[in-house]
């Protein structure tokens, strides 16, 4: 499947599943108002059936003008009665009324005084206690001093309890999430898996190219060896003999590489830990690129400045990590490669810094350097060799001794590499 396809599935997938968002919000949207509407209705039926219970007990005849009961907000109610009532028997009417209409939340009410306009009496009612005070159950008949004619009620839940009505649109939305999740997985997945092939064939690419040059260059020394007359010249005898010798251990060098990838894998990574002397283990593998740093020119600056600079780790992994580092920079600088090497003490751990003037790293694919058979893409051009297994086995030897590895790059102007290690001595 190649990119525009899977582009154009994720396109539409994803077109669809915005469709399906948004006509579950729109119906989500319609129940609740439907629900709110449903809520306000039984709160005025039931508020009316309060102002009729108090009409009772007071004895009261005259009819109101209109509704006595007003929506002032979408959760506050204003009542109308004639006369005074005692806070304790209104609460008592409000629950019953309330719980009789199947509106269990919590509310609040007050008592106005009409002249003054302030309130006289409010309280906080928890609809789920069902326990009521001595007065509340002796209060029917008692009727208050107070010259007040209206009360308000308030829902500071009404939201909360209309949602939890909506049960199965709650649980339409969630299966609504899950797929969204799943989906997202999936095209994670699909794109991983996509990036997994571009590698593995970018891989294939370069092992071929890699190891299609010496196995050429040892066959066109081996035939020029079978020539009759090849014995009368021992300087072109010696000659292909030796390039023979160095596309071997090329070859070698490449297999062994590929081999050292697989014990990772496989978990069978053994380290020892002896004493390393890190300055003097970085002398030396600088010195072992001295021929090659010769051939372009180039150099390396030493600055080791740890006062604590020996470790417990295997010499040999630790010398491939500066190695590979090393080699990097020289491939990836163009002309006269400067490499800037440095050890300071960080909160007793060693830092160790490798710089280079060489062609940098883009910032998009700074972060997958690390990653097996990564190479920055140059299409069918194969200027600088490698399968891409250096940085990662760097990154997991440095981890494996519970050390940290991190890069900072700028395009055209060079890669510096910082590798920190715990309990430097």
Known sequence: MNRNTIRLIIFFATISLIGIVVTQMYWVKKAYNIQE???????????????????????????????????????????????????YLLERLLRDAFVKRNINTDFEYVIYDCFTDSIVFGDYIDISTKEKSKLQNTSKNFKSDFDNHYFGVYFPNKTTFIVQQMEIWLFSSIVILIIIIFFSYTINVILKQKRLSEIKNDFINNITHEFKTPISTIQLSANMLLQDNICDNKERLKHYAQIIKEENERLKSQVDKVLQLATLEKDKLKLEDTDVDVHEL???TVSSFELLLKEKNGTVHLHLNAEKYHLKADKIHLQNIFYNLIDNAI???????VIE????????GLEIKISDNGIGIKKENLKNIFDKFYRESTGNVHNVKGFGLGLHYVKTIVEAYGGKISVESEEGKGTTFVITFKNAY
């Open 282 to 284: 970085l002398k030396k």
């Open 37 to 87: 509407k449903q809520f306000n209705e039984k709160v005025v039926l039931a508020l009316n059936s309060v102002v009729r219970s108090i009409k009772q007990i007071n004895h009261d005849t005259v009819e109101y003008a209109g509704n006595p009961v007003k929506q002032v907000s979408t959760d506050y109610f204003i009542v109308t009665i004639n006369d005074t009532i005692h806070p």
């Open 331 to 337: 491939k990836y600088s163009q002309d006269h490669p």
């Open 341 to 348: 090497i440095s050890t300071a003490n960080k909160i007793n």
